[in-house]
């Protein structure tokens, strides 16, 4: 490795990014101070002050090369969104430009909102819409093969003001679980915390695989998942890839990836190999949730940029390959004072905890009532294929809180009171020259989608290519919620201990039905699950009118996080996303199964009756029952692949032809959906008889171990 190969994480980290460091080295200290009072108590920043922050913004991202800018945000696509202006001006009469950027152009931007997907609440000839600066997230330059870019995080809306993106109701959501958790800590005694903040470390899971091969699969192309493929003769049996040594390339493609993320004052911390061969996670160290949210983001599209310079290519699709581990991306959620106390920490003496077992037990009472909600906000085509499926979590909420924590609840709720808690045990290995060290206090449980791990929370239940944004939007409301039912009977009690005690214990006695700890892979635990009355929505289209459910919408109702009539555009999107993501798939399907696949065969047919008539032309009495059973297979599964294509044709077409809605995902999910898993079956059947140089695409064995 040569020495330009090398750096030192220290100085480069951040170095891309216009941090609070260089707002306190460039700013005048009267307008870095009115900054951060914007930020830190959310007033409004005046345009005066703004045209400062914007001039050095600029020279500073000249500095690092940057031409443009661009307001970065996240619509309701996935993935997210930019419009590149110059800094140019008006040219000199001289002839030469200056360049410049007003606070008015930092603070606001006009992107056609008429073009994003809007669920009604924007028709095409109503077009404005409008970006606003998040100054709470930092601005960075983004250096790729266009060059260097100032990328400033905003959120977007409509000209009638609705949330049009992933980041409004994220920062609605915020101020709501800050406004509560501060009303509850304050009954407490709590007077010096001025700010409880979300914060949010995510997990991301990806595949890898060589960018040729990828380039010879269309499905791979059209839909980021493989829609035809049987399984190599080795898999993940082995469970030599989880953790195993990283390939070479991999490798080297990791390096990369963190060197460009920790420039952007990403704090990738960790990675590893994953399950499934080709399989690969990165974790990052938590943040605020919405630098969280953008972070990933990015983490994201630098996981996909990177990978094409190292001809790879990067599957982010919850479910690339089947017969393998599928992706997730685990959030991580806990809450934060400005002055570092964690709502979620219990202590060393969690029985004596009282505010901690308040706030747990508010949690597990939002988890409950809201469990159809939370389940939607993870909801996605690709996450169908994971949850439920005997891998990731179940798609039934849960929650995991360990033998400690669940050994004081069990007391609270049969006595009354606490007494004790487990405490932690020393670890015997058995090895004298092992170090002795103390073990937690309670395992983890890999199958729970809501995991308690020591002092957060672990929703593990996320797809990997989804925002973040929505399950936090979620988490933050029905918390607040929760916090603010127990304020508002708190507030009121003449003898509060013993009101905080009676109200622990009766949340703890409503609610303790959605606490499991036991393996939620289980057939068992469906049917406990159903005894319990806890929601099993299997699928996105099942998951979706949680949305516009009553309770939930009085719950986002009165924080200000959504208004009923923009979760009905949101309810709406999800549908059409359904439809138009399983339309496309059947799409590709008919498409490479018309034009590669069954020609594929016919030629492979061919050639064995070419042969066997010539070796019976040859030698008379000759033995071609091998060649003649293969020849008639390969035909019956040919007659299957053509039935079954016909079938795929006849529901896509019944279902492009009906109205855009639910009765339109439904049928895509009941029928299509069917219709392509069975053209799959005799597909894949052929794919393990045909000749592999016949086969017009690269395998599974090409694909994920061969990178």
Known sequence: MSEAAYFNVADIFGENVFNDAVMQERLPKKVYKKLREVIEEGQDLDLETADVIAHEMKEWAIEKGATHYTHWFQPMTGVTAEKHDSFISAPLPSGKILMSFSGKELIKGEPDASSF?????????????????????????????AGATLCIPTAFCSYTGEALDQKTPLLRSMEAINEQSLRLIRLFGNTTSKRVTPSVGAEQEYFLVDRQKYLKRKDLIFTSRTLFGAMPPKGQEMDDHYYGAIRERVASFMRDVNKELWKLGVTAKT????VAPAQHELAEIYSEANVAVDHNQIVMETLKRVAYRHDLHCLLHEKPFAGVNGSGKHNNWSLSTDDGMNLLDPGKRPHENTQFLLVLACILKAVDEHADLLRASA????????????????????????????????????????????HREKLETGVRTLPDFMKDATDRNRTSPFAFTGNKFEFRMVGSKDSIAQPNIVLNTIVAEAFSDACDKLEKAKDFDAAVHDLTKQLLEEHQRIIFNGDGYSEEWV????????????????????????????????????????????????????????????????DIASKHIIPAIIRYTTRLADSINQVRQALEDADVSVQTELLAEALDLLSDTKMALAKLIDEDEKASAMKEGKAQAKYYYEKVFAAMKALRAPVDRLEMIVDKELWPMPSYGDLIFEV
Not at 271 to 274: A, G, K, L, V, W
Not at 382 to 393: C, F, I, K, T, Y
Not at 406 to 420: K, M, P
Not at 567 to 579: D, G, K, N, P, T
């Open 117 to 145: 997907p809007s669920g009604g609440l924007r028709a095409t000839f109503e077009a404005r819409g409008y970006t606003a600066w998040d100054c709470t997230s930092p601005a960075f330059v983004r250096q790729d093969a």
């Open 271 to 274: 990675q590893h190999n994953e």
């Open 379 to 422: 909801a996605d085509v690709g996450n169908d294929h994971r949850l439920g499926a005997n891998e990731a979590p179940p798609a039934i909420l849960s929650v995991f809180l360990g033998e400690q924590l669940t050994d004081v609840v069990t007391q609270l709720i049969a006595t009354g009171s606490a007494t004790h808690s487990l």
């Open 527 to 590: 049917e406990e699950a159903k005894k319990r009355g806890l929601p099993n929505l299997r699928s996105m289209v099942e998951a979706i009118p949680a949305y516009i459910a009553k309770n939930n919408v009085k719950a986002f109702e009165k924080f200000h996080v959504f208004t009923k009539t923009e979760l009905e555009s949101r309810v709406e999107i999800q549908y059409e996303i359904y439809a138009k993501t399983i339309n496309i798939e059947a799409k590709s399907m008919i």
